[in-house]
């Protein structure tokens, strides 16, 4: 297992779910859209809409793409 970064903050998290751990599957808020105070993970960065994130459970990494703000949907080289 990979260790967290060493950037995380738990003052910069998102609600999103983990592709690897799916840890969220079984809980009510998160299936319903809303946010719960288990199933964060830590947001370690942006660059437009793609979002750098971290799981605190499994420490998977990976990017997810919004869609919303600066960035318009596109991946970055």
Do not use: K
Request: aromatic share 8%; with cysteine.
């Amino acid at each position: 297992m990979l260790p967290i970064d060493p950037y995380a903050d738990l003052g910069r998290r998102a609600w999103v779910p983990c592709p690897s751990c799916r840890d969220h599957r079984d809980c009510d808020d998160c299936l319903g859209g809303r946010g719960c105070g288990e199933h964060w993970r830590y947001l370690l960065g942006n660059t437009g809409s793609l979002l750098h994130l971290q799981c605190p459970g499994c420490a998977h990494l990976w990017n997810h793409e919004t869609g919303f703000g600066a960035g318009g949907g596109t991946t970055p080289r």
